[in-house]
């Protein structure tokens, strides 16, 4: 008789359509947003002010700059990058036409995360997710540092590029060929 081989405790990681099946079933019904990154659920914190003010302003100020281009810009849209990750950046600019469901990943020109509290895993985890998945350009709109960090040029876990611009300063979308004025956000 051969026993079954014993193996280590493994994780096992969701995928996007296991995730929507317990967000539709009411899992997180307690939770007031949450996100699946490398088949982890992530439960967010809720936005307060400041964030919320950043986070619509850069939204604003990203309509007005593409106006007419065919570009969309949403806020909080959930990105789909199978199998395992769903991320909600807090801005999305993307090719449209506006569709159903998630956006393509093949539809996304530029991610936008602000961060009051989130910093390291913006800096971390999800620039890595996003650079993993071919994410053009990809910002992080730190509050407390009073910074904009611009990602450019995926390479497999990481960015080649990466710069900082003081809030108050324009900074360049290159894969969109706009600036935006930064001035006023914090």
Not at 59 to 65: G, I, L, S, T, Y
Not at 92 to 118: C, F, K, N, Y
Not at 160 to 186: H, N, Q
Request: proline share 5%.
């Amino acid at each position: 008789m051969n026993a079954p081989a014993l193996t280590r405790p493994q994780r096992a990681r969701l995928r996007i359509e296991d995730f929507l099946l317990l967000q539709s079933s009411g899992a997180f019904a307690d939770a007031s947003r949450t996100e699946l990154l490398d088949g982890d659920i992530y439960c967010m914190n809720s936005q307060f002010q400041r964030h919320s003010y950043v986070k619509s302003e850069i939204a604003f100020r990203f309509r007005e700059a593409i106006a007419g281009s065919g570009l969309l810009v949403l806020v909080e849209a959930a990105v789909a990058m199978p199998p395992h990750d769903l991320p909600e950046p807090d801005v999305t600019i993307m090719q449209g036409p506006i569709g159903t469901g998630s956006v393509s990943l093949s539809a996304v020109r530029l991610l936008v995360e602000v961060s009051d509290t989130t910093l390291d895993i913006d800096l971390g985890r999800k620039a890595a997710l996003y650079a993993r998945n071919g994410v053009a350009e990809y910002w992080v709109a730190d509050i407390e540092g009073r910074q904009i960090w611009v990602h450019r040029e995926p390479a497999g876990n990481g960015y080649a590029r990466r710069e900082t611009a003081a809030m108050g300063e324009p900074v360049e979308a290159t894969t969109l060929g706009v600036s935006i004025a930064t001035d006023g956000l914090v």
